[in-house]
């Protein structure tokens, strides 16, 4: 068997924030092309090793480094397996079953049976459908009029009739979202697919990208006649952007909004998430990583992340003048690019709109630093003190108290913050501050559109 030696590969790395001591995606990072050296490398010829493949790994400064060599030929079986009809039919039939048995939400047999398909398998089904759900409605109504594709897809006469596809892509979508979610991917994937290297409390480990997010965007994007019609479709993009952040999946999370922007350009929670990722990607722990000069990230710097979280947040409040977060971020955001009179301007505005607590509390630390900017001390000083007060425990506000004693020279003042600080007691970080947890604030509701995306979903006809 032919063997084929692949140098260079996209991949991301999981690593331990310092905020949280939990692991994150934060990097997705693209090895550039290099040779691969043959005569000192053994290629890889068991199947089973070849779908992992070998790393070379080093590290450097608590970042680790892959270069991964694969063989890329499939295994003969396999390749006479995509030629034959009846192996096709029979697994378009099984994978349509399991979107009608699957339970939305539910780890049942019909989710981790296709979970533990090999991607070929899933190739072989997704490909027949794309190629299906692409073509013209007379095309489509001519090719489910035959009986073989017609009860194994189990339409019923009028979706015949009309060449209707959509329920078959949205519960389709539906189970390998859920497959994605609840972590029942186990099927061998292709030996030349992208490789996630997962960086956590200096251990190791490499693993192939997770490829179920993209079967079910793949076969939501194709529902007729247009997807970004279909108030499902959108349900369906919000739902899992959310999720993504809010397990700060970000390099998922970054392929999804590039495909929902394209489809609903002007979504206020579209645009949102869009910011909120900008945002995140320009904070030090998505900044301040070391890498060869080999690799790079597939975003900018800090600078060029905030002014695009501005963008996206500038067009966010345009859909929506009373979303009162996108105000307050956005008030940050132009904090941090130095338009300080601006960033007043919106943390103003959002402090007379928000009701909510944790984000009245991230306001008025930003608004206070504003005012300190502006050298209205005094106001900045109260406004330290009402986010003391919104959360007793946290550190944060006691620390914005002490150094804007410090910086005016109030010695006594600055030792006061301080040692009511120490006195706080003992407590969840987490809970105590929400500072440590700014970054997902703006998707704690992500299990309630989930569950509301998955409801919407199971509801159509089985």
């Known amino acids: 068997m032919s063997t084929q030696i692949f140098g260079a590969l996209s991949f991301m790395i999981l690593i331990s924030t310092g905020l949280t001591g939990e692991p994150c995606v934060v990097k997705l990072f693209i090895v550039q092309k290099q040779a691969v050296d043959r005569q000192n490398r053994p290629a890889i010829t068991n ?21 991964i060599a694969f063989v890329a ?12 009809p009846a192996y096709i039919l029979q697994k378009l039939e099984e994978w349509r079953e399991a979107t009608l048995l699957h339970n939305p939400g539910e780890a049942d047999q019909a989710a981790t049976e296709i979970g533990g398909w090999h991607q070929e398998d899933l190739d072989i089904v997704l490909d027949f459908i794309s190629k299906l759900a692409s073509q013209s409605v007379k095309s489509i109504k001519k090719t ?6 017609r009860n194994r897809l189990h339409l019923t006469a009028q979706e015949v009739q ?45 693993q192939p990208k997770k490829i179920h997010w993209k079967y079910a965007r793949s076969l ?44 609903f350009p002007a979504d206020e929670k579209i645009l949102f998430y869009a910011g909120a990722l900008h945002e995140i990607w320009a904070l030090p722990t998505s900044q301040d990583t070391l890498l060869p000069p080999e690799l790079s990230v597939s975003y900018g710097s800090a600078k060029s992340e905030l002014k695009q979280a501005r963008k996206f947040y500038r067009k966010t409040i345009e859909a929506n003048p009373y979303f009162a977060d996108a105000h307050m971020r956005l008030g940050r955001v132009m904090l941090l690019l130095g338009d300080v009179d601006q960033a007043y301007v919106e943390l103003h505005k959002a402090a007379a709109m928000i009701e909510d607590p944790q984000i ?93 995306m998955q409801k919407r979903f199971g509801e159509l006809p089985r």
């Open 47 to 67: 199947p089973k090793t070849a779908s992992i493949g070998s790393a070379l790994v080093s590290g450097i400064n608590g970042v680790s480094v892959f270069q």
């Open 73 to 84: 030929s499939p295994p003969e079986d396999r390749i006479e397996k995509k030629k034959d």
């Open 144 to 149: 489910i009029a035959r009986a073989p594709i």
């Open 162 to 206: 009309q060449g209707n596809l959509n329920r078959v892509l949205k519960q389709g979508a539906l189970l390998h979202t859920d497959i994605a979610m609840l972590g029942l991917e186990t099927g061998e994937h292709l030996p030349f697919g992208d490789t996630i290297g997962i960086h956590v409390d200096g251990r190791l480990l490499v």
């Open 220 to 263: 939501i994007d194709l529902v007729a006649p247009s997807p970004s019609q279909d108030a499902m479709v959108r349900q369906w993009y919000v739902a899992t952007t959310a999720y993504m952040q809010s397990h700060r999946l970000l390099a998922y999370a970054q392929e999804n909004i590039k495909e929902a922007l394209k489809l």
């Open 360 to 452: 009245s509390y991230y306001n008025s630390l930003y608004l206070g630093r504003a005012l300190e900017r502006l050298s209205l001390f005094d106001e900045a000083r109260q406004l330290y003190e009402q986010a003391a007060a919104l959360y007793p425990a946290a550190q944060s506000p006691l620390l914005a108290r002490s150094h804007l004693a410090r910086s005016n020279d109030d010695i006594e003042g600055a030792i006061a913050a301080m040692r009511r600080l120490f006195e706080l007691p003992l407590g969840n970080a987490r809970e105590d501050d929400p500072w440590w947890i700014y970054d997902l604030a703006h998707v704690r509701d992500a299990e309630k559109h989930v569950e509301e």
